[in-house]
Each structure stands twice: as structure tokens, then as C-alpha cells.
């Protein structure tokens, strides 16, 4: 599989700000197209290394708006899109699901309607990639993993908006014979994450000295990845993934919230020079996440079976290198607390 114009939707955010970078620095032959509507998620500063690629053009805009997607198509001829485009936080999902509904659902079908007219059928060498996520198969009980073939089970609105926007790319598939491979991963941290996620809002409460709130009793599990593993998994998926398929992504590495919530403490002490157990007095455990997942666990092996990804750092060197990027990237972490990283399009594109 070879893409002359890509699309790369979301592309400021956490996990689209790795995949550009890492296919524009290694496609040079590729025209990068970045869709991304600037949400309070997507930040440019965390592209300001490639943001002058002669092979890289940054477009705003919400694939939300039907006829503003359809001409971008018309204009390009997008022969490969990767959609990472998406209303991603949990907690908010819960607080308002219809801008769930509207992003997650509406916009793929969106960008799939538009993929579908720009070639009028003639698929041949074309690619739709959606990146999709665990949480659509619910919970897991204390055993067990995701395999592709777990039935689709979501519990939250961000689970159900993925999950539906999941069987609209396949029904495509089906229907239209429109060209797709779908990749369902675990939870991604690293450098550039959004500070309400887990990882990175307990790295900046310990920097500001702010309580560390674990939900319910702390024994909820995720299935931890490095951000850096998931582009490269990325990569091979839209290159050598087999037509129609599914694969599961995933860290093969478990952790209760509350055991990665000591560890990040502990590293933390280490790296700020304070005696251990400090950062730990700051945990504090909180009211419980509505429908809260019990569990996720990956079985990643058919990717590493077909395409031989797995992942390349154990989680404490991949957590140490995540809070060494904090920590070196104060000002990164002043400008979206602060939310002044929303005035960088401004200035270098106004
Ligand atoms: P993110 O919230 O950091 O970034 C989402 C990006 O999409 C932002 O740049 C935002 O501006 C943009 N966006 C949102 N709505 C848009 C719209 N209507 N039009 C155009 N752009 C819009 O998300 P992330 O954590 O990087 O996740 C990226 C994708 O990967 C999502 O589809 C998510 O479901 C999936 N995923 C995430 C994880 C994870 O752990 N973060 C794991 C598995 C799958
Ligand atoms: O599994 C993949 C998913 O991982 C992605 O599809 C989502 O986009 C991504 O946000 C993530 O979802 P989670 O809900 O698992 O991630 P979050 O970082 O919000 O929470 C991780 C765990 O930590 C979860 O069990 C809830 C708990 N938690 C979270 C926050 C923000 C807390 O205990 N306290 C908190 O303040």
C-alpha cells in the first residue's frame, strides 16, 4: 500500500501529533495533509519541529461539516486517510455524549461519504484506517482479554460513539466495497498527552503539589502502550494490514490504577529530589467514575503474529521517559494549563 495525498485527521493531538511527525519525517514522498479542528485537545505546538515540511500542510476544520469535508476531497483526492479525529476523554463523554455523537459518529460518516464520492467505486490502491479504541468491547472480569473476535459490548457514551463509528466504516466496507482496516488499541501515554488523562494530570498535580484523585477504590485495570509503539503500529497497519481487518493493539502490560499511581509517585520523588512517599500522601480517592470499566487487557497477538509489532519499552522506562518530557517541557505544560496554547495557530498562521 502506497498514498500520494494522506489525510491524517486529529492530527494536533496527543496520539495524530506522533503519527504526523513520524510520517512525514519518514514518507517524504507522501503530501501530509493535518485535518484537525483545534479543539481544546489539539495543540500545533506539539508539531512545531515538522510544521515547515515541504511534504506537511496543516488544514483547520471540523469534520463535523458535511460540505466543508466534501470539497476538501474534491480538492486533494485524499487516496489514504488515517482518522485519529476524535472527542476522546471518558469523563467528558459522561458530562455531554451528543458532542460524542456528532465528532465520533456524524464526522466519520462524514469523511467515509466523502472517501466514498471522491472515487465513485474505483478503490483500487486506496485506504481507510479508523483508529478505534479497547473500551468498545466493555469490561473484562479478572481474567480473560480483547481478542478481535470479542463482541462489541460499550459502556460508556465515548465506548458507544467509538463503537458505532467502528460498524459504520465496516457496514462500508460491506456495502459500498469501500477499502478499510480498523485498529482497536488500549490505553496510550507519553509525551504531549492532554493533562485530564490519568498520567498526565497526576504528573502536573504533583508538580503544582495538588491532591491526586484515584477513582473508587484505585482497582480498576488498563493496559498501558507507549505512545511512540502506537505510530509505529499505525504505520504497518495502513501499509501491510490486510483489507477489512481488525487488529487489537495493546502493551501486553497490566497495571492497576493504584500500583501506576505509586510508581509515578516513586519516579516523581526520584526525579524531584524529594524523599520517597511524598508525592504518595497527595493520593486521594474520590467519588467513582459512572460506569466505571473494570478492566482492559490486550491480546495483541495477531499483529505481532502478521506484521510482527510488539511493543519496544517496558512501562517503567516508558513512564520515566514520559515524566522526563514533562518535566523538560515546562512551558509546553504552562501554555495549556494556562490556555495559551490556543493563541499559537494565531500567531503562526493568522
Ligand atoms: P486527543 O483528544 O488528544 O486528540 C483529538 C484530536 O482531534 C484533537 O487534536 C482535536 O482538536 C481533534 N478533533 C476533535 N474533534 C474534531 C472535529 N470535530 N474535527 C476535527 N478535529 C477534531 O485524542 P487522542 O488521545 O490523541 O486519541 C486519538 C484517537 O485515538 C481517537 O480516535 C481515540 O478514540 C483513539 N484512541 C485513543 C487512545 C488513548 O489512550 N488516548 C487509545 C486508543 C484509541
Ligand atoms: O483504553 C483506551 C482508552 O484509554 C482511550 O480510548 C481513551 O481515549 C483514553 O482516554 C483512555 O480512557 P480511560 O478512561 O481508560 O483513560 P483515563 O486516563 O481517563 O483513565 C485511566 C484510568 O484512571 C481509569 O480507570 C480512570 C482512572 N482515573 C482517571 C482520571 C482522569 C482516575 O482514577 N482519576 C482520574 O482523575
Excluded at 84 to 101: C, N, Q, T
Excluded at 183 to 192: L, V
Excluded at 207 to 218: F, I, M, S, T
Excluded at 245 to 271: A, P, R
Aim: aromatic share 14%.
Amino acid at each position: 500500500m502506497k498514498t500520494n495525498n494522506l489525510l491524517i485527521t486529529g492530527g494536533a493531538g496527543f496520539i495524530g501529533s506522533h503519527v504526523v511527525r513520524f510520517f512525514v519525517n519518514k514518507y517524504r514522498e507522501y503530501q501530509i495533509f493535518n485535518l484537525d479542528e483545534l479543539t481544546y485537545a489539539g495543540n500545533l505546538e506539539n508539531l512545531k519541529d515538522v510544521e515547515d515540511s515541504p511534504n506537511y500542510t496543516f488544514i483547520k476544520g471540523n469534520i463535523n461539516n458535511e460540505d466543508f469535508i466534501d470539497q476538501l476531497f474534491i480538492k486533494y483526492r485524499f487516496d489514504g486517510v488515517i482518522h485519529l479525529a476524535a472527542e476522546s476523554h471518558v469523563d467528558r463523554s459522561i458530562k455531554d455524549p451528543l458532542a460524542f455523537v456528532r465528532t465520533n459518529v456524524i464526522g466519520t460518516i462524514n469523511l467515509l461519504n466523502a472517501f466514498k464520492a471522491c472515487w465513485q467505486d474505483n478503490f483500487e490502491g486506496k485506504r481507510f484506517y479508523h483508529i478505534s479504541t479497547d473500551e468498545v468491547y466493555g469490561t473484562l472480569g479478572e481474567t480473560g482479554l480483547f481478542t478481535e473476535r470479542t463482541a462489541y459490548d460499550p459502556n460508556s457514551p465515548y465506548s458507544a460513539s467509538k463503537a458505532s463509528s467502528d460498524h459504520f466504516v465496516r457496514a462500508y466496507g460491506e456495502t459500498y466495497g469501500l477499502p478499510y482496516v480498523i485498529s482497536n488499541c488500549s490505553n496510550n501515554y507519553g509525551p504531549n498527552q492532554f493533562p485530564e488523562k490519568l498520567i498526565p494530570l497526576f504528573i502536573n498535580n504533583i508538580l503544582n503539589n495538588k491532591p491526586l484523585p484515584v477513582y473508587g477504590d484505585g482497582n480498576y485495570t488498563r493496559d498501558w502502550l507507549y505512545v511512540i509503539d502506537h505510530a509505529l503500529a499505525i504505520d504497518l497497519v495502513f501499509h501491510k494490514g490486510k483489507n477489512k481487518e481488525t487488529y487489537n493493539l495493546g502493551g501486553f502490560n497490566e497495571w492497576k490504577n493504584i500500583d501506576l499511581v505509586t510508581l509515578l509517585c516513586k519516579q516523581m520523588d526520584d526525579k524531584l529530589g524529594k524523599p520517597i512517599g511524598t508525592s504518595e500522601k497527595l493520593i486521594t480517592y474520590v467519588k467513582d467514575r459512572p460506569g466505571h470499566d473494570l478492566r482492559y487487557a490486550i491480546d495483541a497477538t495477531k499483529i505481532n503474529k502478521e506484521l510482527g509489532w510488539g511493543p519496544s519499552v517496558t512501562f517503567e522506562e516508558g513512564l520515566s521517559k514520559t515524566i522526563d518530557w514533562y518535566l523538560s517541557n515546562e512551558e509546553w505544560l504552562n501554555h495549556v494549563t494556562s490556555g495559551d496554547y490556543q493563541k499559537y495557530y494565531l500567531k503562526q498562521y493568522s
